[in-house]
């Protein structure tokens, strides 16, 4: 049992158990972030929920995503609105930060967080801004005219593993195989590789993800070596779900892009997203890979997956 520095006591559950994550994907959801319930064996595997009791009483958690030795993201930080103010986010950050060690952290912060997270280290690289709206309807046609011969589409299944981690490590800095082999594996939605049918080149990577509410999904994540690559890639994710989902107009998609690659904002504006939640992408120790944001067209969501 911890004490907080104004006199609480506050015992902290660490562990990635299926009702963990539930809790976890609930409680992010009700604070309006945007779990992808598809990598929901992701986060039992390769996080860790940090859950704050107060006689017995859930009132707090922070979850921290683990790649190596080397790297970690912060995910949802969240105190119950009644229980805050008597320092049981202090302990919970103090209790997480010992999972790191010197790792290099990351993290999303909304502009009134930036302050807090700068006095442990974080710095401010670039900020990202949530989109989400319907399926594109207007651009569904015009798009397959003109991208139907040029490119190919393979599904994560089809690929090695070792292409898609080096892949995604080439525009991210970041080693994620685990996340990769449970993507190779999604069956309700869709993870593709784009190629160049003249070249065999890959030309883009997605994926998209069933999030926690009904008919809602998340692109997470979209790298590509052009803005037309991306392009055709965005949409033919989105009209995977559009295929399958049993309402489709009721469908809403969200993708997180970073401001600072213009085309990847225009994408998301010529699909009539609308703007959302703005953050700013924090650092310990450095952007992993500077010269991948301007081929990032939507980033991994650290939400919740």
Not at 126 to 138: A, I, L, N, V, W
Not at 179 to 189: A, E, F, G, P, V
């Amino acid at each position: 049992m911890l004490q907080t520095p104004k006199g609480h006591a506050l015992a902290i559950q660490r562990g990635t158990s299926p009702e963990d994550a539930e809790f976890v994907y609930q409680w992010s959801d009700e604070s309006d972030f945007q779990p992808c319930l598809a990598d929901y064996h992701i986060f039992c595997r390769t996080s860790y929920a940090h859950i704050g009791l107060a006689d017995n009483a859930r009132v707090g958690l922070l979850v921290t995503h683990k790649y190596d030795n080397s790297t970690g993201f912060l995910g949802p930080f969240i105190v119950k609105e009644s229980e805050r103010g008597k320092g049981y986010g202090y302990l919970l950050w103090q209790h997480a930060m010992d999972n790191f060690g010197d790792a290099n952290l990351g993290c999303d912060a909304v502009a009134a967080r930036v302050p807090y997270y700068q006095r442990f280290g974080f710095v401010p690289h670039h900020d990202t801004q949530r989109f989400r709206g319907p399926y594109p309807r207007h651009l569904a046609k015009e798009a397959a005219r003109h991208y139907q011969a040029k490119y190919r589409l393979t599904s994560f299944a089809q690929e090695d593993i070792t292409t898609l981690v080096e892949f995604d490590y080439k525009h991210s800095g970041l080693r994620r195989e685990g996340w990769y082999q449970n993507w190779q594996d999604r069956k309700s939605t869709a993870s593709l590789i784009l190629r160049d049918t003249a070249t065999g080149e890959i030309c883009a990577m997605g994926a998209i993800g069933r999030a926690w509410q009904p008919h809602h999904y998340r692109i997470s994540p979209c790298y590509a070596r052009d803005p037309a690559s991306a392009r055709r890639m965005l949409l033919e994710l989105m009209t995977r779900v559009i295929e399958t989902d049993s309402e489709p107009d009721k469908v809403l998609i969200d993708m997180v892009v970073m401001l600072n690659n213009p085309d990847a904002v225009q994408i998301a504006h010529d699909c009539r997203l609308a703007e959302g939640l703005k953050c700013a992408r924090m650092w310990t120790r450095g952007l992993p890979c500077p010269e991948g944001i301007s081929h990032t067209y939507a980033v991994v969501g650290f939400e919740c997956g």
